[in-house]
């Protein structure tokens, strides 16, 4: 049996969280899993391990037929959906990257480390292809980026 998305669904009085995880691919039924939406819907994607190309036609479909009243934000984007926005510059057809994982690595204790970045704290610096500070959980020495800056924050640049 084929592993499948799973979306939990939690619906509070300031919005809709919705955790996705699991894969994103051609037998993905997103939008039957996102269910009906209005207001404010946070969409938490730490949890999604990939995403194929069958899986993004999926993904933008399902997200551009989300209506414009809704306030979408996606949340704790992993890399492999920051390289998507990249890539594909209809990717987050509707809503902005409100956080996202950067890869980092430590230099003397070699730790590699995923830190979320939270666009609002830091967006003049991610505009201008700098990476937030981030220090080793290991070893408390600064890290460094492993990923070229202006290429990892380029989807910032077609927010809408
Ligand atoms: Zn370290």
Same mark, same amino acid.
């Given at each position: 049996?084929?592993?499948?998305?799973?979306?939990?669904?939690?619906?509070?009085?300031?919005?809709?969280?919705?955790?996705?995880?699991?894969?994103?691919?051609?037998?993905?039924?997103?939008?039957?899993?996102?269910?009906?939406?209005?207001?404010?819907?946070?969409? #938490?994607?730490?949890?999604?391990?990939?995403?194929?190309?069958?899986?993004?036609?999926?993904?933008?479909?399902?997200?551009?037929?989300?209506?414009?009243?809704?306030?979408?934000?996606?949340?704790?984007?992993?890399?492999?959906?920051?390289?998507?926005?990249?890539?594909?510059?209809?990717?987050?057809?509707?809503?902005?990257?409100?956080?996202?994982?950067?890869?980092?690595?430590?230099?003397?204790?070699?730790?590699?480390?995923?830190?979320?970045? #939270?666009?609002?704290? #830091?967006?003049?610096?991610?505009?201008?292809?700098?990476?937030?500070?981030?220090?080793?959980?290991?070893?408390?020495?600064?890290?460094?980026?492993?990923?070229?800056?202006?290429?990892?924050?380029?989807?910032?640049?077609?927010?809408?």
């Amino acid at each position: 049996m084929n592993e499948a998305l799973r979306v939990e669904r939690r619906d509070g009085p300031d919005g809709v969280d919705l955790y996705l995880s699991g894969p994103i691919d051609e037998d993905t039924l997103l939008a039957e899993g996102l269910g009906a939406l209005g207001g404010r819907v946070r969409v #938490h994607l730490a949890g999604v391990t990939r995403i194929n190309s069958a899986g993004i036609r999926v993904w933008i479909n399902t997200f551009r037929a989300v209506p414009p009243s809704v306030d979408l934000d996606f949340l704790d984007c992993p890399q492999i959906i920051v390289e998507q926005a990249n890539q594909i510059s209809n990717f987050i057809p509707r809503g902005r990257i409100a956080s996202f994982y950067g890869p980092y690595a430590c230099a003397p204790c070699r730790a590699r480390e995923g830190v979320l970045i #939270h666009v609002e704290a #830091h967006r003049e610096e991610l505009r201008r292809g700098v990476a937030p500070e981030a220090p080793c959980p290991r070893c408390g020495q600064p890290m460094a980026f492993r990923e070229f800056e202006t290429e990892y924050f380029a989807f910032l640049d077609d927010e809408r």
